[in-house]
């Protein structure tokens, strides 16, 4: 008989101070579940964030809370099973993914429990020595290396002969054969939405993007030719990148069309924007077939193919939003972190956007761990030039070391104090370093030399007050557009958005903090 599996996505960490925190359907998961269906596998999902997406929950650090079910309700929901595959995406839920795996455990004595997502693939021999209670962790791309290997423990076989897996020799963490990345990306089975609670964020109108509506998560590549040095996506993805075909892509929005009302994309990919001939094929298929749906790429895209005749194209076939993300406005730092964009040309491409009639937004990082406040000043003159040309939205964040990237390689190896104040080090990879991934405004950790934690604290808060100063100076009915947006509730640009989120998360009702952390 197969075994019967859980898949379990955790409650999304975030700070009280976070500019954003959106709330997303487990696109993972659900791919992770259709592979399983199509093997013939039998599977379920216990979704923490969409069970619950409005209940936050304090930590035993006041600064930080959770959206989704306490520890003990998901643990009961888990039940009983012969494998449970829990989920960690973001380095900052590693803390409370620890506490439910286990309570699961606790649960679930003779259980395999599996880890998986981007922090386990970047660090999975920590995760192993760090939470004992879980068996085997999943490097990369998950749907062919879970099927496999819970066919492998339904029958019996030792796991060590299964490629793509993080596991324990004789005590030890260790790593199977590698294995290769999914090239028949169309053969791939769609997310098993079904599974998943997904009406509640389509009747909610949850989502990445700006003011969704019913949306539905897709992802129309994957990987990422690119190596920036403060990205996992070489460790996670490889630097191969492969694009569905635009037709199956159609195919897929239109079953959301029609099974569930979807009225707007939200495009997860790392870097949806590489081929010029792609996005054209696919926006011309979005308006040949008379489809009034909406579609965004809100975390961000390059700018190499979005001249201004392709940006019609787009907004043409739905596009209201686009998020660019230079990085930075400093030469040297692009130099350094290896982002390979040229900031003209960029400056050009969202100045078409904006003439086009699209709402642009912008995202920043500041304090890389070579830069000084010289390098900061130059980025406050990109953003003076962006907010000139009508841009609409910044978002600023502070450099941080996630596992997996080159960046954090090198910090961890040399033991780079985080916080001068209590001597701690990125190579303990402590709970208070996990949290500290949850950016915020309202304080910030500095690996800058040259920048004081309370210096890119200021830093952060001055570029956002030079731009959004700039953007009402020059066009005062954004402003009053933005008061009235916030008193009605309403959504048009990330800052309405943010805005918003902020004020829920600050008059939230307040859970003891033992209802989810203190689990034994």
């Given at each position: ?7 379990v ?9 976070a ?8 696109i ?9 269906r ?16 409005f ?6 650090d ?64 920590f ?6 209670e ?12 879970l099927v ?97 075909s ?16 979807a ?7 790392l ?80 100045r ?78 402590d ?90």
């Open positions: 008989m197969p075994s019967s599996t859980v898949l996505r955790i409650p999304m960490v975030v700070s009280r101070w500019m954003a925190s959106p709330l997303c359907p487990p993972g998961l659900a791919y992770l579940a259709g592979s399983m199509k093997a013939g596998l039998p599977v379920r999902c216990v979704d923490a964030l969409g069970e619950a997406p209940k936050h929950t304090l930590l035993e006041p600064n930080f809370m959770t959206y989704g079910l306490t520890i003990p309700e998901i643990a009961e929901r888990v039940g009983h099973a012969d494998v449970i595959g829990v989920s960690v995406i973001f380095s900052n839920g590693w803390p409370v993914a620890k506490r439910i795996v286990r309570a699961i455990r606790a649960a679930n004595p003779d259980a395999l429990i599996v880890l998986g997502g981007e922090h386990v693939t970047a660090v999975p021999e995760c192993l020595s760090d939470c004992p879980a068996d085997v962790c999943v490097r990369g791309e998950g749907e062919e290396t496999e290997l819970v066919k492998a423990h339904g029958e019996g076989r030792d796991l060590s002969g299964v490629a793509g897996l993080a596991l324990r020799k004789e005590g030890v963490p260790g790593r199977t054969q590698e294995r290769g990345r999914i090239r028949a990306l169309d053969d791939i089975p769609w997310p098993a939405w079904e599974l998943v609670p997904l009406e509640t964020y389509l009747s909610n109108e949850l989502g990445f993007g700006i003011n969704p509506g019913r949306t539905v998560p897709m992802l129309a590549t994957r990987g990422c030719p690119y190596q920036c040095t403060f990205c996992s996506n070489p460790q996670m993805w490889t630097t191969r990148w492969q694009a569905r635009a037709q199956e892509v159609l195919r897929e929005i239109g079953h959301y069309m029609e099974a569930y009302g009225r707007n994309i939200d495009f997860y990919d870097t949806a924007v590489v081929k010029r001939d792609w996005l054209v094929e696919f926006c011309n298929g979005i308006i040949e077939r008379g489809w009034k749906i909406t579609w965004q790429m809100p975390a961000g895209t390059r700018s190499e193919a979005l001249d201004a005749e392709v940006l019609e194209l787009m907004l043409r076939s739905g596009v209201n939003h686009l998020t660019y993300a230079p990085e930075s406005g400093s030469e040297l730092s692009l130099k350094m972190i290896k982002k390979r964009i040229g900031l003209k040309k960029m400056v050009g491409s969202m078409d956007a904006v003439r086009a009639g699209i709402k642009v937004k912008m995202n920043l990082i500041f304090g890389f761990p070579h830069e000084t406040p010289r390098d900061i000043l130059d980025s406050f003159a990109f953003i003076k030039d962006v907010a000139l040309i009508g841009v609409h939205d910044l978002i600023i964040n502070s450099f941080m070391p996630y596992p997996g990237s080159e960046l954090f390689n090198q910090l961890h190896q040399e033991g780079k104090v985080r916080d001068s104040g209590t001597g701690r080090v990125i190579s303990t990879l709970e208070a370093y996990f949290f500290s991934l949850a950016n915020e405004l309202s304080s910030s950790d500095s690996y800058a030399p040259a920048i004081s934690n309370r210096q890119l604290s200021l830093f952060k808060v001055a570029g956002l007050m030079w731009f959004y100063g700039l953007s009402f100076l020059f066009r005062p009915q954004r402003l009053l557009r933005t008061l009235v947006n916030f008193l009605q509730r309403k959504e048009e640009t990330r800052l309405d958005a943010s805005l918003g989120q902020l004020r829920d998360r600050l008059v939230s009702r307040k859970e003891k903090p033992s209802s989810l952390i203190n689990t034994p």
